[in-house]
């Protein structure tokens, strides 16, 4: 079994930047992409960022590519979501996610492994 926990939410004002943190353990996560999701209340989860195994591969949703970066230390075990140029409108819970496979087309039903999530919230 594989347990996520997020970090690094908070309160941030539009144009400044958030880094969050998720970190695995209980068994190692070899060959499992690992990415996040956001969530409003009232709305479907929606697809953020994820990344390969190796980082050899990265997808993004279109409204946070060129603002949003994802990393990860399979060192750690940990995967990064650097935030900028942060709008009202990605005020979210931010959840990480881990599936075997390399990221690709990710949607909800196909994830293995959630995190309990992280409140993002931006003010104007």
């Known amino acids: 079994q594989v347990q996520l926990e997020e970090s690094g939410g908070g309160l941030v004002q539009a144009g400044g930047s958030l880094r969050l943190s998720c970190a695995a353990s209980?068994?190692?996560?070899?060959?499992?992409?690992m990415g996040w999701f956001r969530q409003v209340p009232g709305k479907e989860r929606e697809f953020v960022g994820a990344?390969?195994?190796?980082?050899?591969?990265?997808y993004y949703a279109d409204s946070v590519k060129g603002r949003f970066t994802i990393s990860r230390d399979n060192t750690k075990n940990t995967v990064y979501l650097q935030m900028t140029s942060l709008k009202p409108e990605d005020t979210a819970v931010y959840y990480c996610?881990?599936?075997?496979?390399?990221?690709?087309?990710?949607?909800?039903?196909?994830?293995?492994?959630w995190g309990k999530g992280t409140l993002v919230t931006v003010s104007s």
């Open positions: 990344m390969s195994w190796n980082g050899g591969s990265t």
């Open positions: 209980g068994r190692t996560l070899r060959s499992y992409a």
């Open positions: 996610a881990a599936n075997w496979d390399d990221g690709r087309a990710w949607s909800t039903k196909a994830i293995r492994y």
